[in-house]
């Protein structure tokens, strides 16, 4: 297991992988649970950090924004062809 003098300085490849950087340092190998190296646990998974409720509640709220948007849209055109039949 390898742990890094600096973990903020790793450089992030994108799908929760990080590279050494210069800002990171060299890695430290060393065993699981020694010296400050965390543990493996083999057949479990990891645990979620996403807020159900959180994510839900964000979800609605982009539903109801856009539905919004689409409302003031469609009333917005309405206004601009009614304009139009009225010049004509």
């Known amino acids: 297991m390898a742990d890094f003098n600096n973990s903020s300085g790793l450089s992030p490849q994108g799908n929760n992988l990080f590279t050494e950087s210069n ?3 060299v890695p430290v190998v060393g065993n699981p649970g020694a010296g400050g190296n965390g543990t493996t646990l083999s057949g479990s998974l990891e645990v979620s950090n996403v807020g159900i409720a959180e994510e839900m509640v964000s979800q609605i709220t982009a539903k109801a924004a856009f539905t919004a948007n689409a409302r003031v849209i469609r009333a ?3 206004m601009i062809g009614t304009l139009l039949d009225i010049k004509s």
Do not use: T
């Open 23 to 25: 800002g990171s340092g």
């Open 76 to 78: 917005a055109d309405e």
